[in-house]
């Protein structure tokens, strides 16, 4: 499996300094580097090949066994450093300040046919923007979530994608 890496966010943006992958308030930084969570069996239960298709990925890219390492966390892709996003808004009506990827874990940045793509881990664990939280996401909301996205692509609504 071979991708076209690229490091549009991470090349132009400050990274935070401070390697620590815990909660904690990040200054003077638009992302942190971090780890995902090594996951204990993972496995693929549902491709979507369109999307797989679209970063760049084959049939056999799929079925090696480094997909799966790769796309759930196991393992980190050559070449890659995967990082959360700091960013700050208003939550519930108010000012919240620093709010950030709790739970998201970019794993790489890709092109595909001139195209630009973030390949993101949801529930990897925690980041110096989980607050209180461990990171993780339960299986209920993810296949929510997914479902959702995979529904409003087909409405025609621009929205996030899944390959796996």
Known sequence: ???????????ELPADT???????QVYNACFSYVSPKIPSNPSIIHVVHQMAEEIGLNKNDIEDEDFVAFFSGAKIYPNTQPFALCYAGHQFGNWAGQ???GRAINLMEINHKEKNFTLQLKGAGPTPYSRTADGLAVLRSSIREYLCAEAMHHLGVPTTS???
């Open 1 to 11: 499996m071979v991708l076209n890496l690229n490091k549009l966010f991470t090349k």
């Open 18 to 24: 401070d390697t620590n992958n815990v909660p904690r």
């Open 99 to 101: 709010l950030g990827d």
């Open 162 to 164: 899944s390959p796996v």
